[in-house]
């Protein structure tokens, strides 16, 4: 899984943009490719030139996104711009990865309660259950001396698809141990004493040694915030199965139930 082709998210409402310093840390360690997005839109009176004005503000917003991205062009980093009139910019948002071929999109995450998070639709939610490729959620852009990361996965996952969701969390996981020196742990939740993995199936399969592998009882989102903390990571992979339909609808899925609960960075993989 090479992350090369790198798509941020912009945050025209915002002065800070997490996402967009993570990305460029990401793009100068491992040499992949920025393109920052932005979509826009806004209500007009009437009696407004409706397309002279698009024009107007999009050249203006696309004034602004180039200066934001000024200081990674000049420290090496390959960074195109592309600026859309829409609307509904969560899916536009989704389109536009597509349509660029992205490895992975970057975007800002800011707290919601639980209230917000379930009566209103959000763009964190709307990326994680549509985008095709992985979508890293950044609190903040502070810089974190650990590169310890915390992987969930679930090898008594009974169907081929959760399967599939394992290796490509354990390939990805094995790749940042590899390539850029972190510290990767494997944390599986189990929710019944009959249900226990097996510990030495599960070093196995992850290749690392056991001090790194967590088996807890307990919801799966209760044990991984509480690994997440304990371990002090600053990141967190979880795989994404509950993306479309009923599931998802009336029992949601791990990815967006810890989300809110964690400080650090969260990737959620399809």
């Known amino acids: 899984m090479e992350f090369k082709n790198i798509f941020v998210v912009y ?14 840390n990401i793009a100068r360690e491992i040499g ?3 393109h920052v997005y932005v979509a826009i839109h806004t209500e007009m009176a009437k009696s407004a030139d409706r397309k002279a004005e698009i024009t107007r503000l999009l050249a203006s917003q696309r004034e602004r996104l180039s200066t934001a991205v000024l200081p990674l062009r000049g420290r090496g980093v390959p960074v195109s711009i592309e600026v859309e009139w829409d609307k509904d910019w969560y899916r536009a948002v989704v389109a536009a990865a597509k349509r660029n071929r992205a490895d992975v999109v970057l975007k800002s995450s ?11 639709r959000t763009s964190d939610w709307t990326l994680i259950r549509n985008c095709p490729c992985p979508v890293l959620l950044v609190k903040d852009s502070r810089h974190r001396d650990s590169r310890r990361v915390l992987a969930a996965i679930d090898i008594r996952a009974a169907n081929e ?7 490509h969390i354990i390939d990805f996981s094995q790749r940042m141990l590899d ?6 742990h ?6 019944e004493l009959d249900a226990v993995p097996d510990r030495n199936a599960l070093v196995k399969s992850c290749g690392v040694g056991s001090d790194r592998v967590h088996i807890e009882m307990g919801e799966a989102e209760e044990v991984i915030v509480r690994g997440a903390r304990d371990l002090d990571v600053s990141l967190v992979v ?19 139930k810890v989300l809110d609960k964690l400080d650090c960075d969260v990737l959620s993989m399809p």
Do not use: C, M, W
């Open 179 to 184: 390539s850029r020196g972190a510290e990767v």
């Open 238 to 256: 979880v795989g994404n199965s509950a993306r479309t339909g009923l599931s998802a609808v009336f029992k949601g899925n791990t990815v967006e």
């Open 161 to 167: 698809s959760y399967e599939q969701l394992n290796r």
């Open 110 to 120: 800011y707290r919601h309660s639980s209230r917000e998070r379930y009566l209103n």
């Open 32 to 34: 992949g490719e920025l």
């Open 11 to 24: 945050d025209p409402t915002r002065s800070e943009q997490p996402a967009l310093e993570r990305a460029g």
């Open 186 to 191: 494997f944390i599986n939740a189990f929710d």
